[in-house]
Nanobody, 125 residues
């Protein structure tokens, strides 16, 4: 099992940046695919970005590609989501999640086994 704790959310103006962190209770490299998801009020949760077992493959939803970057510090057991040029449409609760093997960056949301509690991101215009 793995426990996940997100941090780094906050309130920023449009065009600003935030970096979300997700601390894992165990090493995830080579053992879990990792992903970031978000849920805006009144909307379904969506997959934002994902990273494969070794990080050689990544996924981004169209609306964030080129603005967000998913990365991982294996020594710190921490997953990151660097978010640049934020837009009001990015306002949501952001969740970190882990999917045990077998998995790929294309694993769907319902396949992710472990979830953090979420961190709120609010972008004002």
């Amino acid at each position: 099992q793995v426990q996940l704790v997100e941090s780094g959310g906050g309130s920023v103006q449009a065009g600003g940046s935030l970096r979300l962190s997700c601390a894992a209770s165990t090493y995830t490299y080579g053992r879990y695919c990792m992903g970031w998801f978000r849920q805006a009020p009144g909307k379904e949760r969506e997959k934002v970005a994902a990273r494969g077992l070794t990080g050689s493959s990544t996924y981004y939803t169209d609306s964030v590609r080129g603005r967000f970057t998913i990365s991982q510090d294996n020594a710190k057991r921490t997953l990151y989501l660097q978010m640049n040029n934020l837009e009001p449409e990015d306002t949501a609760m952001y969740y970190c999640a882990a999917k045990s093997i077998p998995c790929t960056v294309n694993s769907v949301m319902s396949d992710y086994n472990y979830w953090g509690q979420g961190t709120q991101v609010t972008v004002s215009s």
